[in-house]
């Protein structure tokens, strides 16, 4: 269990270190000069739509500069006819909806797919549904893109959250994946990001062949595209630190609906382009496990609480060094719970390995092979 911990402590320091070496981004005066085509594939959001729908009308960017592409995976509650009406209340955005085509394991992706032909310039940026961007979210995109050689965007994602546990376990969860985006980045070692807020360019998505080679996988519409870019061309994989970009989405109300979701996020980490990317993702769940085993050891009389508590203690630690970091760049909030989501955060990513082997979960009110 030492050299395991060891290894982990070691591997969390490098993502401390690499966390720091992304500056924030500091936008400059210039006129918005990028076009650029927002992407929403979307089912059964009617709950979500009108927050995600506000916020576009508020965005501080020229509307003969931007798009709003909309597809939708057939939904069954009235999201079309809230965009339709949308659409008719608010002309001076050019609003496209379209129906999803189904020809992969992957509805997300078959939708972007989807939209790709249609679109007429070069930048594209999808978001999620249930989400809500900022008002000088396509303004820092622009102003990134004009200062930068780049053909792809990583940009942060934040959850609003409740004052329950279930929420901010989600948030301690997210803020730990968020720093471990930004580190990898910050070593040249990127392999994550999130299609809530990401951004890249037409000709990148043909030159990569889009999601061919990964579309028989039912999620990872974004994290392999990414892996694909940082594989062929790394210098233009930029990732955007600024408080000014950070999209902010809804985190789960169950925790049924919170593993499922966990689960078809880690039914990918096999088959990642990045060594990077899964060897990290080894060295968590082994590093996780074991704490698991030692807790079990504890309770039988097998092993030493004082040695558990040691362990448990140096993790935390360096946990907490990436958190904080995390946690002052998107919002500096109170991060509560956070030795008791510790504590529960083993078994929780132990049962969500161990799932996902099973090869099937559910979301959006399907069941998923993957």
């Given at each position: 269990?030492?050299?395991?911990?060891?290894?982990?402590?070691?591997?969390?320091g490098h993502l401390i270190y690499g966390f720091d070496k992304i500056p924030l981004y500091k936008n400059t005066d210039s006129n918005p000069k990028t076009f650029f085509a927002i992407v929403v594939p979307f089912r059964n959001e009617s709950t979500n739509l009108p927050k995600l729908l506000e916020s576009f009308k508020n965005l501080k960017y020229?509307?003969?500069?931007?798009?709003?592409?909309?597809?939708?995976?057939?939904?069954?509650?009235?999201s079309v006819k809230q965009i339709y009406n949308w659409r008719m209340e608010n002309g001076v955005f050019h609003t496209t909806l379209l129906e999803n085509l189904r020809i992969s394991n992957s509805p997300k992706k078959d939708a972007i797919t989807r939209a790709i032909p249609i679109i007429k310039n070069e930048w594209i940026v999808t978001t999620d549904?249930?989400?809500?961007?900022?008002?000088?979210w396509l303004l820092i995109l622009d102003n990134y893109i004009q200062n930068h050689?780049?053909?792809?965007?990583?940009?942060?994602?934040?959850?609003?959250?409740?004052?329950?546990?279930?929420?901010?376990f989600q948030y301690l969860d997210l803020m730990s994946?968020?720093?471990?985006?930004?580190g990898s980045f910050g070593l040249?070692?990127?392999?994550?990001?999130?299609?809530?807020?990401?951004?890249y360019t037409k000709s990148l998505f043909k030159e990569l062949n889009g999601f061919i080679g990964n579309n028989t996988i039912s999620s990872g519409d974004d994290v392999f595209l990414v892996q694909k870019a940082m594989g062929e061309n790394p210098e233009k994989v930029h990732y955007l630190k600024s408080k000014l970009n950070i999209v902010s989405t809804k985190p789960m109300n169950d925790w049924k609906s919170l593993f499922h979701q966990r689960v078809r996020w880690a039914s990918k980490t096999g088959l990642y382009q990045s060594v990077f990317g899964k060897d990290l993702a080894a060295i968590?769940?082994?590093?996780?496990?074991?704490?698991v085993i030692g807790y079990l050891f504890c309770a039988f009389g097998l092993s030493s609480w004082q040695y558990?508590?040691?362990?448990?203690?140096?993790?935390?630690?360096?946990?907490?060094?990436?958190?904080?970091?995390?946690?002052?760049?998107?919002?500096?909030?109170?991060?509560?719970?956070?030795?008791?989501?510790?504590?529960?955060?083993?078994?929780?990513?132990?049962?969500?390995?161990?799932f996902s082997l099973l090869g099937k979960y559910e979301w959006k009110g399907r069941r998923a092979k993957y």
């Open positions: 269990m030492s050299l395991i911990l060891f290894v982990y402590v070691l591997t969390i020229p509307k003969t500069l931007f798009e709003i592409i909309f597809i939708d995976d057939f939904s069954e509650d009235d549904a249930d989400c809500v961007v900022p008002v000088n050689d780049v053909e792809m965007i990583v940009g942060s994602v934040v959850y609003e959250c409740k004052k329950t546990f279930l929420h901010h994946l968020q720093g471990t985006t930004i040249g070692l990127g392999f994550m990001c999130n299609g809530a807020n990401f951004c968590v769940l082994v590093s996780n496990l074991s704490l558990c508590a040691v362990l448990f203690v140096i993790k935390f630690a360096f946990d907490f060094i990436l958190l904080k970091k995390a946690n002052s760049f998107f919002t500096k909030k109170r991060m509560r719970y956070l030795i008791l989501s510790s504590l529960l955060y083993p078994f929780f990513c132990v049962g969500v390995a161990l």
